[in-house]
């Protein structure tokens, strides 16, 4: 098996990032992980960009291009857990996003402490 690393990638510049990390947050399960995905009837199919065929004959597949309906996902982990998640229909903007976080992730926080 072969593993890829990217050219990017740096040891030094990712260890003092992790130390930065490490003097800026005393206790590491205060660390939270906020991303957005989305999901539609497409994504679940592989789609192939090559393929073989009789010499003149154009290679041809058939493809799903209704969509369907439009879901995104916004989970928020910790080390442990997910802590908090939303799902809703069409595109989540700014301003869902910001409600989101204040009533699901910082209100439920703060009734913690």
């Not at 990390?21 to 539609?40: G, H, T």
Request: net charge negative; glycine share 4%.
């Amino acid at each position: 098996m072969v593993s890829a690393c990217a050219y990017e990638w740096n040891q030094l510049l990712w260890a003092l990032y992790m130390n930065q990390i490490a003097e800026e947050v005393p206790d590491m399960n205060m660390l939270m992980f906020i991303d957005e995905a989305a999901k539609n009837e497409c994504m679940c199919m592989v789609f192939r960009r090559f393929g073989c065929s009789k010499w003149g004959i154009h290679c041809i597949t058939q493809r799903c291009f209704i969509h369907g309906t439009h879901y995104s996902i916004i989970p928020v982990l910790t080390l442990n857990e997910i802590i908090a998640h939303d799902i809703v229909e069409g595109p989540v903007d700014t301003e869902q996003f910001v409600k989101f976080l204040k009533d699901q992730v910082v209100s439920s926080r703060a009734s913690l402490y």
